[in-house]
């Protein structure tokens, strides 16, 4: 059965209670990685001792850890520029620590330069909720960046690269890799290439270096944006056992303009990717994600209620499709 995560910060806050109180056992770790100039290796957030005490404080207030979704820097990977080796050390680094701690994933994501791109965060939604989008309009006579042209096939020389050296230490540490889609699935944005933004290409991806660890973070907002029938998508995948991971949300529209919702208000048939998940038997867990901004404008509650809704509808559509 599916498994319902949060993705919380490391230092305990008003809205753990919440998630405890709602009945969430288990979190999506959201920890700062980047390297500590300065520190030697013990005292690096991805140190051993570091994942060990953040995962302590987890299961202080009962919580699973069971996916690091934060990064270490990966940009010079992600361009093949010189210092990569150092930048990839690091990744494997933290792969051997939380395999030696036991913690099932890791969720890379693959965008360069541009990484999630948002033209708006005050889209009008329901009731006045305000959520995020994108609308490429708005990106028409945008500059390129300052790397130029960055082609789709320097991306699979740079990532088939990254994934040899990584692929073998997540095997022998037993850690899953779950690939986040490029958000939006659009390529190329200012001339930089977004592979990671089509079926066909998340298909290239676990060919590109074959292994039981080499798999996909099935963020549903950003897949059905790349398909009209994301239940067929859920089953192709899930029947290569190659879905690790996944985040339980939907939008309106299309790559190139696009508005996130409330769960019950997207374009997707939410109840029949739930059905696809129990048909291809998956036991991991999903998080819900990009909350819309809930309650009067200028009220701010980092989203807390906006989780709360998520959370009884996930629970709701589990209960309902794994008993019918
Ligand atoms: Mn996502």
Redesign the pocket.
């Known amino acids: 059965m599916m498994k319902i995560a949060l993705s919380l910060g490391a230092q305990p806050s008003p809205l753990w209670t919440l998630a405890k109180q709602c009945g969430v056992d288990r979190v999506v770790g959201s920890i700062n990685l980047s390297p500590v100039p300065n520190a030697n290796k013990e005292q690096q957030p991805y140190s051993y001792m570091s994942l060990a005490r953040v995962k302590a404080t987890y299961e202080d207030w009962g919580f699973k850890l069971e996916v690091i979704e934060s990064r270490p820097p990966m940009e010079k990977a992600k361009l093949g520029l010189p210092g990569r080796d150092e930048e990839i050390e690091v990744v494997c680094e933290l792969i051997r620590n939380m395999g030696a701690l036991e913690i099932p994933v890791w969720c890379p994501a693959w965008m360069p330069i541009l990484s999630v791109i948002r033209t708006s965060a005050t889209i009008p939604s329901r009731g006045g909720a305000r959520v995020t989008g994108y609308d490429h309009e708005y990106l028409r006579n945008a500059p390129p960046t300052e790397h130029g042209v960055v082609t789709e096939e320097q991306q699979w020389d740079n990532l088939k690269y990254f994934l040899e050296r990584v692929v073998p230490v997540a095997e022998e540490a037993n850690v899953k890799l779950a690939m986040?889609p490029d958000?939006p699935p659009l390529s190329p944005i200012r001339g930089v290439a977004r592979i990671m933004s089509s079926v066909e290409n998340y298909q290239k991806l676990i060919e590109l270096v074959p292994s039981p660890v080499n798999g996909i973070a099935l963020?549903q907002?950003?897949f059905t944006l790349m398909t009209d029938n994301l239940p067929d998508v859920i089953r192709h995948f899930g029947r290569q056992e190659k879905i690790f991971f996944g985040?339980f949300r939907d939008v309106r529209g299309t790559p190139e303009k696009f508005a996130e919702t409330f769960h019950d208000d997207g374009q997707t048939d939410m109840v029949a990717c739930m059905r696809a998940y129990r048909e291809i038997g998956y036991e991991g867990v999903f998080r819900p994600?990009h909350y819309p901004r809930m309650g009067d404008s200028g009220w701010r509650d980092d989203h807390g209620i906006a989780r709360l809704f998520a959370i009884g509808y996930m629970k709701g559509l589990i209960e309902a499709v794994y008993t019918e």
């Open positions: 986040h958000d963020c907002g950003n985040h994600d």
